[in-house]
């Protein structure tokens, strides 16, 4: 196991010792106690996921110098169909914007506009071009399509994201 990995399951196994009443929203409806992050992705509602996401993915808390290349690690290593679904969403929000496809295409130096064919470094420029300038999306996005997040393992990141961790694992002692 790599440092990088020890460390992350200290942090989660911390947040999931620690004092979770901090948290807005604290359930005591034990059905969402959460196991593990695939448990939360599957369980977990969409409006959910985008409150926890809205006061954890904070823009100001991680600055685009340490999000981008946990993003480009993190889309690297999601499934192609999950990638693939990740940049439908960006391009169907930043579109509800006004920002075409082709215009993103052209702008980025993506090597298309089509999600199916798009690679991880294709999606890796969108969602931090969406980063960037469009928090809002970004958080939409992850909300819908949280396969990312679990890869990602930068500890600022990591910490940023800790009241998400806090809820997925609940009340468990």
């Known amino acids: ?5 020890k460390y992350k399951r200290e942090i989660m196994n911390d947040l999931a010792h620690g004092n979770t009443e901090s948290l807005d929203e604290v ?7 959460y196991q593990n992050f695939d448990d939360f992705a599957q369980r977990s509602s969409h409006e959910e996921r985008r409150q926890l996401f809205g006061r954890s993915l904070n823009h ?6 340490q999000m ?22 960006f391009f169907k929000h930043l579109k509800e914007r006004g920002l075409d496809d082709r215009h993103l295409e ?8 089509h999600p199916n064919r798009m690679n991880a470094d294709d999606v ?18 992850m909300a819908e399509q949280p396969a990312i997040l679990k ?18 694992f609940g009340g468990r002692k």
Not at 128 to 135: C, E, G, S
């Open 1 to 5: 196991m790599s440092s990088s990995d």
């Open 27 to 33: 359930s005591s409806d034990p059905t969402k106690d």
């Open 60 to 65: 100001d808390r991680i600055p685009p110098s």
């Open 68 to 89: 981008e290349p946990e993003l480009q690690k993190a889309i690297a290593q999601i499934k192609p169909n999950e990638r693939d679904d990740v940049a439908r969403a």
């Open 106 to 113: 052209r702008t980025l130096g993506l090597s298309t506009h």
């Open 124 to 141: 890796s420029k969108l969602a931090a071009f969406a980063y960037h300038n469009h928090p809002d999306i970004f958080q939409e996005v």
């Open 151 to 168: 890869f990602l393992s930068n500890p600022v990141v990591g910490a940023a994201l800790g009241a998400i961790a806090a809820k997925w």
